[in-house]
């Protein structure tokens, strides 16, 4: 018969859910704890056997999930607004398809070069 699991000197009840026993040891042992010690630690404390891949797909989902940092400020995810002088903003070319729907594209030409020299 197995000995009962022993953690802080206490007796550990027999985890039945792997995934926490795994969040346990990287709680105790770190989160650069390898598989192999991991399994170790779970086999003496919890008394589970669990095979290093296992483990390792646990310790990826665990630090995966606590790794995540959320939606991004808008922002931050928002490309950098042009600065440039010469820059044509929206609003001026809403004026300029205004101008065109009321004078007409020949019209606007003309004022364009009218205003350019």
């Known amino acids: 018969m197995a000995k009962k699991p022993i953690e802080n000197g206490q007796p550990v009840e027999k985890l039945t859910n792997k995934a ?10 770190g989160k650069k704890a390898t598989p192999t010690e991991i399994q170790a630690y779970i086999k003496q404390h919890f008394d589970v056997d669990m095979t290093t891949k296992v483990i390792s797909v646990y310790k990826s989902k665990l630090s995966k999930r ?20 010469e820059a044509i903003s929206l609003r001026d070319l809403r004026a300029l398809k205004e101008l065109k729907d009321r004078h007409g594209l020949s019209r606007l030409r003309e004022l364009l070069e009218l205003v350019s020299h």
């Open 20 to 29: 926490e026993a795994v969040r346990r040891a990287l709680a105790k042992l």
């Open 66 to 85: 606590r790794r995540r940092p959320g939606r991004k400020a808008h922002a931050e995810s928002a490309p950098a607004p042009v600065t440039l002088t």
